[in-house]
């Protein structure tokens, strides 16, 4: 496991950003969904020890946050969620100082920088100063400062924030290089769910300081089950309400669809005796891919459901 | 074609254990200020003219005092000014260095040093690495005791040595130059030290303080020279040599005098220390308070 945590509470006065999480997050890349003020930059800066839990406990990469503070930083990376960079500046110093702050020696920071600014794409313009990049440049810019010390995990809090649909997919592709490819683990925090699905493994859904979901992409789109797309000859009707009086959600998708929506211990079977049940025949049958989007927003009404 | 390198390759070189980590940050903001070609040719060079004007004054009276050729008088005026090349000589540096420089270096220097920072979100770059907010502040702190310890300590100890290169054999009997002034090197190490530590400090906290400099270096303006108004104004109504105090300058220039065993022409020099000490420890504060990592908390 890369990140551990056990009962992590965080509280700022009277408002608790984290409500006793418990996580344990493997290697790969990993995505952080919720909405705005879930606590994913929270539990982010938590993990980084730049803020300090109220309760519990949390280890990155085997080491305590509490404890190990400046070894964690060593060995993570952080894209803010915020335009960051120094003033005045120009992309090679700025990232031969951040180089050096981890530790590394000028020599090796400075010829870090320009290989790592190649990698993000800011070869041609590393010697300009940051202030006058463009906002997509500035987010490679980012993540060029998260990877100058070669870290083991990086977290990207919103790493595609005010891009366009062009730079997005690159820093996407991006993402999914260094996670895939370089061997670093990653930690995407977003609230745009095409940007968590194309590049991560594993997803983590929170809300108001809660994890409400964790698990492969896979398993999560699994978790509640399949969703089927039907049509059929006969009484619609009779087919329809054989279902519902079973519990199962039944909705049109147009006027000759429906949408049935079995559980994980249920299979099509169950379709097409309920068919010859009433008498109807089916002239369409297919499974509904399930989203992440679904996921997501069957999570958050599940959780509004319980307040 | 894809945007990154594939020649990307894990770095496996040593790491070490960032224990100068304020130095980085102060060779990168040296670094920084002597590329602004403004800066260098309107602060940094003008910041040593007055030594070597003096260094060219001292020379030529020198060669006018040995002079056979040139009419008494004009040597007596000059063995009258080389006299005077004494401690308050050296003294006299520094006032001009406090009338002039040290407000711009403050104005146009420190006052960026935070405020920047803050503007453009860069502690979340810098607290987000192995460091510690004492590393960030004393980096910061680095930079303009350097560049005051650079155009104040360096050209005045450059001044004395000129001096002392130049200074004509004692008679027999009489003290040499040098042990006629041989407490001033430290008196000028010292009392720079003193100088640029009082300063840098409150203008580190009043950086903190802002996200826009040039409106930190106006309030750095407005303190340094409306204190020196105030100073006189209730020197004038309340006739105490205390009310020094009120003034950063005359409070500098009072201890610097003390520093350097002149006769000082208020009496009050312990208000004045006791004022630039109160002021160091209250930016102190005002620093600790600001500079915390949980600033990178929206």
């Known amino acids: ?307 | 074609m894809p945007v990154y390198d594939q020649g990307y390759r894990r770095f496996e070189g040593p790491m070490g254990s960032g224990f100068a980590n304020w130095w980085v940050i102060t060779k990168s903001e040296i670094i920084l200020r002597f590329s602004r070609k403004l800066l260098l040719f309107l602060l940094i060079i003008p910041s040593f003219l007055p030594m070597l004007g003096m260094m060219i004054a001292v020379y030529v009276m020198l060669q006018i005092a040995t002079s056979d050729q040139l009419p008494m008088g004009a040597s007596i005026i000059a063995k009258q000014f080389l006299d005077q090349v004494s401690t308050e000589f050296y003294f006299l540096f520094f006032k001009i260095h406090a009338s002039t420089f040290l407000l711009l270096w403050g104005a146009f220097v420190g006052s960026d040093l935070i405020s920047n920072d803050r503007k453009t979100n860069a502690m979340e770059l810098y607290f987000t690495r192995p460091i510690r907010p004492v590393d960030y502040l004393l980096g910061k702190f680095g930079t303009l005791v350097f560049f005051l310890l650079f155009t104040t300590m360096l050209p005045a100890l450059l001044l004395y040595l000129f001096a002392i290169s130049v200074a004509p054999e004692a008679a027999e009997g009489t003290e040499s130059y040098f042990e006629a002034t041989k407490h001033v090197p430290g008196a000028i190490v010292f009392y720079s030290f003193v100088q640029a530590i009082v300063v840098s400090t409150f203008m580190l906290a009043l950086s903190s303080l802002g996200r826009n400099w040039i409106l930190v270096g106006a309030i750095w303006g407005g303190v340094y020279l409306f204190s020196q108004v105030g100073y006189r104004i209730v020197q004038e109504l309340s006739g105490s040599g205390a009310a020094v105090a009120i003034s950063l300058r005359d409070s500098l220039l009072l201890v610097g005098r003390r520093i350097f065993q002149l006769e000082t022409e208020v009496e009050h020099w312990e208000a004045a220390a006791w004022m630039l000490g109160i002021l160091t420890v209250s930016s102190l504060l005002i620093l600790c308070r600001r500079i915390r990592v949980v600033e990178t908390v929206k």
Do not use: W
């Open chain 1, 1 to 307: 496991m890369i990140i551990s945590t056990d009962q992590l509470s965080v509280r700022f006065g009277k408002f608790e950003a984290l409500k006793g999480i418990s996580l344990k997050i493997p290697g790969g890349a990993t995505g952080l969904l919720g909405p705005n003020g879930a606590g994913k930059s929270t539990l982010i800066k938590t993990l980084l020890g730049l803020i300090k839990p109220t309760t519990g406990q949390a280890e990155v990469l085997g080491l305590n946050v509490k404890t190990a503070r400046r070894q964690v930083r060593r060995r993570v990376g952080y894209l803010p969620e915020r335009e960051a960079y120094f003033a005045d500046r120009n992309a090679v110093l700025t990232l031969t100082v951040l180089g050096e702050l981890a530790g590394m020696k000028f020599s090796d920071a400075r010829s870090r920088a320009h290989e790592v600014l190649y990698y993000v794409g800011l070869g041609e313009a590393r010697y300009r100063r940051v202030q006058t990049y463009s906002i997509g440049m500035k987010q490679r810019m980012k993540l060029a400062s998260a990877l100058i010390h070669d870290p083991s995990l990086v977290f990207l809090d919103e790493p595609t924030n005010g891009m366009d649909p062009s730079g997005r997919d690159d820093m996407l592709e991006l993402i999914r290089d260094v996670s895939r490819n370089k061997g670093i683990h990653v930690v995407v925090s977003s609230h745009l769910l095409p940007d968590v699905e194309s590049c991560c493994d594993q997803v983590i859904v929170m809300n108001l300081g809660e994890v409400l979901r964790q698990g492969t992409i896979e398993e999560l789109r699994g978790e509640a089950g399949q969703t089927y797309l039907v049509r059929v000859k006969g009484d619609r009707s009779v087919f329809a309400s054989h279902f519902t009086e079973r519990g199962r959600a039944v909705t049109d998708r147009d006027p000759r669809t429906f949408r049935i929506a079995l559980p994980p211990s249920s299979s099509t079977r169950e379709i097409f005796e309920a068919a010859v049940a009433c008498g109807v025949q089916i002239r369409f049958l297919e499974p509904e891919m399930r989203t992440l989007e679904d996921v997501f927003l069957n999570a958050l009404e599940g959780a509004d459901a319980g307040l």
